[in-house]
């Protein structure tokens, strides 16, 4: 009899960590999704109100972009600021009710963005395929797209929390 109970209590506890293992949440992170998909590409682990950067070289005028974000407690995304150094396509020519617009060090600056988002699109280029992820408190970590994406590809990138399952298997971004 005391084996058998021994043996449902073994039982239940590796049914317990296993589920544990596939279903509780375990890690924050900003992960990238294959577009259209729930596939993971890889992730970033990341905490409420943690920076980071997205750096793209524009294809036209081939200067470097910087879009600032900011993650909220509720997991969405906030863009605070936009660099660049040239007016063209797609660049923003003035600030909005509430933002900043300067030219600081050679770069035009809108800050105080509010840009909330739930989730974002986001290409690794093709034609100019020079995109970078950086985060820490200033941007000194970063590593280029190519390390972890295909370039021409789209990725639909979003705050989650991820099981151990995912983060054991998944592409964890590293500097």
Do not use: C
């Not at 021994?6 to 960590?17: E, Q, R």
Request: no cysteine; charged share 25%; hydrophobic share 40%.
């Amino acid at each position: 009899m005391k084996k058998k109970v021994i043996a449902i209590i073994l039982s239940s506890t590796t049914v317990l960590l296993l589920l544990g293992l596939f279903l509780v949440p375990f890690r924050t992170a900003l992960v990238f999704h294959v577009q259209n998909t729930e596939q993971i590409q890889a992730f970033l682990p990341i905490d409420e109100e943690d920076t980071f950067q997205i750096i793209f070289t524009h294809s036209i005028h081939l200067t470097d972009v910087v879009e600032k974000y900011r993650v909220r407690d509720d997991r969405h995304i906030v863009q605070t600021e936009i660099i660049y150094e040239e007016f063209g396509i797609g660049m923003p020519s003035n600030a909005e009710e509430g933002e900043e617009f300067v030219y600081e060090d050679g770069k035009y600056h809108i800050r105080d963005l509010n840009n909330v988002f739930s989730s974002m699109n986001v290409r690794n280029g093709k034609t100019v395929s020079k995109n970078r992820l950086a985060w820490g408190e200033n941007g000194e970590k970063m590593v280029w797209f190519n390390e972890y994406f295909t370039p021409g590809d789209w990725y639909n990138v979003r705050v989650e929390e991820l099981t151990l399952w995912q983060y054991m298997k998944g592409m964890k971004i590293h500097e």
